[in-house]
Antibody, heavy 119, light 110 residues
């Protein structure tokens, strides 16, 4: 049974960079069937797809975040990561990492990590 | 990309059936049979309930079913149970090879 676990700072200052890592266990990020994704949920609001990274390093991002976003994968550590620059209070959310099968549906999720943007 | 449109809330009594709609465009819901549905209880991560419009993952009750007509997908829950009370989200693949979620629907079991 694959498990995903997010890690990173819970508090980020405005204008700084939000960095998160997702560690995958019980499965391999090198599997060609999956796209490794980030999804966020602002307090009291709905889910927003942020983007995904493939094991080759290929990426696809939400157009609304693309200019501030980068994702990468580390197959040697079985991890993938998210960097979001120039954050504002609007980036405050629970951030989930998830596995998207064939890039179409999310069949495994991390427990989520709360990130607050505040000075 | 615009979020898919879902009703903010639906409700039903135990044993009844309810349907949640998810409306998009020909560039997402209407263009592909790649709609999925997720159940989220408070403080928990979402759980996959339906994928590719109408397929149920192993372990999901057959009380949950999905369908699609034109630009609108639907999730039907039959034989409502108290444990079904949760938020439900649809998601679709898009012509930009991205994914988009609906705004979410709160299901109340009366």
């Amino acid at each position: 049974q694959v498990q995903l676990q997010e890690a990173g700072p819970g508090l980020v200052k405005p204008s700084e960079t939000l960095s998160l890592i997702c560690t995958v266990s019980g499965g391999s990020v090198s599997s060609g069937s999956y796209y490794w994704s980030w999804i966020r949920q602002p307090p009291g609001k709905g889910l927003e797809w942020i983007g995904y990274v493939y094991y080759t390093g290929g990426t696809n991002y939400n157009p609304s975040l693309k200019s501030r976003l980068s994702m990468s994968v580390d197959t040697s550590k079985n991890q993938f990561s998210l960097k979001l620059i120039s954050v504002t209070a609007a980036d405050t959310a629970v951030y989930y990492c998830a596995r998207a099968q064939w890039g179409r549906w999310f069949d495994a999720w991390g427990q989520g990590t709360v990130v607050t943007v505040s000075s | 990309q615009s979020a898919l449109t879902q009703p903010a809330s639906v409700s039903g009594s135990p044993g009844q059936s309810i349907t949640i709609s998810c409306t998009g465009t020909s560039s997402d819901v209407g263009g592909y049979n790649y709609v999925s549905w997720y159940q989220q209880h408070p403080g928990k991560a979402p759980k996959l309930m339906i994928y590719d419009v109408s397929n149920r993952p192993s372990g999901v009750s057959n009380r949950f079913s999905g369908s699609k007509s034109d630009n609108t997908a639907s999730l039907t829950i039959s034989g409502l149970q108290a444990e079904d009370e949760a938020d439900y989200y649809c998601s679709s693949y898009t012509s930009s090879t991205t994914l988009v979620f609906g705004g979410g629907t709160k299901l109340t079991v009366l």
